[in-house]
DNA sequence: GCGACAG
DNA sequence: ATCTTGTCGC
């Protein structure tokens, strides 16, 4: 997928100037409704779903969907800007309103600390929570193989996100906070979401129903 | 120059 | 992310 001349730099500059927006305090209300949002590719397209449960007790309360013409490629740090509209596009879509987001993908566990967690969180002025199956960016241990176990991540001597065991002897997680919550949140709420898998529930049905929309089609989609 | 590199 | 069968482990 071609670029216009430039705009990697300007993404670039895009996250050092959003970056300063980003707040990380601890939540002061314990989230009431919480939700996932995540994405799959159909050539030129992003088939995003998103989902709110009531939270702790976990009760899907509703899903949208939506279809999205990308217009970035991925490229490593830029996640964001490929899959960012279609995310925003559907989370914009669900009723009730979250609390809190969960986005497959970082937080500020990222080389501008400016993750599509943060960056999604930040446009759209909600709590979010980085959620990601993989490292992007800092160093870290082998957390222990028991759920709940973790160790820090960190990224040029600051802590950015935590390695969390998610379910007993699975890959760990890696969790960082996005926009408005702060780390003990982001591993608390992850870790309430966990029900014998490795993704939260919030994440892993968005990541279902992505797959779903793939298999049937995209021609059916909302967006 | 070489290796790393969310989804 | 996506391309892909059988297969090992809980």
């Given at each position: 997928?071609?670029?216009?001349?430039?705009?990697?730099?300007?993404?670039?500059t895009?996250?050092?100037?959003?970056?300063?927006?980003?707040?990380?305090?601890?939540?002061?209300?314990?989230?009431?409704?919480?939700?996932?949002?995540?994405?799959?590719?159909?050539?030129?397209?992003?088939?995003?779903?998103?989902?709110?449960f009531?939270?702790?007790?976990?009760?899907?309360?509703?899903?949208?969907?939506?279809?999205?013409?990308?217009?970035?490629?991925?490229?490593?740090?830029?996640?964001?800007?490929?899959?960012?509209?279609?995310?925003?596009?559907?989370?914009?879509?669900?009723?009730?309103?979250?609390?809190?987001?969960?986005i497959?993908?970082?937080?500020?566990?990222?080389?501008?600390?400016?993750?599509?967690?943060?960056?999604?969180?930040?446009?759209?002025?909600?709590?979010?929570?980085?959620?990601?199956?993989?490292?992007?960016?800092?160093?870290?241990?082998?957390?222990?193989?028991?759920?709940?176990?973790?160790?820090?991540?960190?990224?040029?001597?600051?802590?950015?996100?935590?390695?969390?065991?998610?379910?007993?002897?699975?890959?760990?997680?890696?969790?960082?906070?996005?926009?408005?919550?702060?780390?003990?949140?982001?591993?608390?709420?992850?870790?309430?979401?966990?029900?014998?898998?490795?993704?939260?529930?919030?994440?892993?049905?968005?990541?279902?129903?992505?797959?779903?929309?793939?298999?049937?089609?995209?021609?059916?989609?909302?967006?």
């Amino acid at each position: 997928m071609k670029l216009p001349p430039g705009s990697v730099a300007k993404a670039k500059t895009l996250q050092r100037r959003l970056r300063a927006r980003i707040v990380l305090a601890h939540l002061k209300e314990k989230p009431k409704f919480i939700a996932g949002a995540d994405a799959a590719f159909d050539g030129d397209f992003a088939l995003a779903a998103a989902c709110v449960f009531s939270f702790p007790a976990l009760e899907l309360l509703d899903i949208k969907t939506a279809c999205v013409k990308v217009k970035f490629p991925y490229i490593p740090g830029l996640l964001a800007f490929r899959e960012g509209p279609a995310v925003i596009n559907v989370v914009k879509k669900l009723r009730p309103k979250p609390d809190v987001l969960l986005i497959d993908g970082q937080g500020i566990a990222h080389p501008e600390r400016m993750g599509i967690a943060s960056h999604v969180g930040l446009l759209l002025g909600i709590p979010t929570i980085g959620c990601a199956k993989s490292r992007l960016v800092g160093e870290c241990g082998e957390p222990g193989k028991k759920a709940g176990s973790r160790v820090e991540l960190v990224y040029k001597g600051e802590t950015v996100g935590a390695v969390l065991r998610t379910k007993d002897n699975v890959r760990p997680m890696f969790i960082s906070p996005g926009h408005l919550v702060d780390m003990e949140d982001a591993v608390s709420i992850v870790l309430e979401c966990a029900r014998g898998f490795r993704m939260p529930e919030p994440t892993r049905q968005a990541d279902l129903i992505t797959k779903k929309m793939k298999r049937e089609g995209k021609q059916q989609c909302a967006g």
